[in-house]
């Protein structure tokens, strides 16, 4: 476990940062196993081999995360941010259909996993927030293809009806890589510690000396230091081909 320093300032904004750059992006649409059409955004260049799927946390959408998908896919990834159903902000938010349904969460990460695939990404990680971080674990643990990398932040193990127990965890064969504030009040570091002491390796927490939670921690005091421990991650884990070693 990893603590960073300098104490953040607590979190607590509503969905979405305002006048982020959307860059080239282009807003796209897709439907769930169960059929649910959701939207999403896609950033980054179109042949990309790696690419990132954000899952947004509650109450937000996926607008939370535009400015890092335009950073990461600064780096070459095509990146993928969508809105879970019932989630409905509009304009450059986008519009999911359905209604808001926490544990229906795995099924549309699921299949903005497989959107991006079809678009031709070979090797796609995932990286959510609280909501998103345990759907992350559970979309990679039912994966048949596999996740390389995923990155859960401020990820509860029980929320709703979704639980991520050692089985779930004894899955998810990818590298892991838990964030947390330390000053949280959620638990999101005990939730944190728990997943870490009971996942298989690969497996890293990082838990940074803020009080914010989710998406939040990209723009906290620690939030350049969040980003760039998300960046390096994908980096080692996605930059090398199935069956490779990845970079060091």
Known sequence: MAVSASLAACGGGPSAPSGVALGESTPVTFDTADGVQLEGRLFGPEDAAAGVVLAHMLPTDQRSWY???????????????FNFRGYCPGGDGGCSQGTKQI?????????????????????????GASMGGTAALLTAADDPAGIPAVVAVSAPQVLGGLAVGPEVLQRVTGAKLYIAGLGDPSGAVAAADAMAAISPQPAYEEIVTADAHGTELLTSAQGEHVQQVIERWFERWLSAPPGASPAS
């Open 103 to 127: 544990e229906a969460a795995p099924t549309d990460l699921a299949a903005a996993v497989d959107m991006l695939r079809a678009r031709g990404v070979s090797r796609v990680g995932i990286a």
């Open 67 to 81: 400015a890092f998908a335009e950073r990461l896919a600064g780096h070459g990834y095509r990146v993928l941010t």
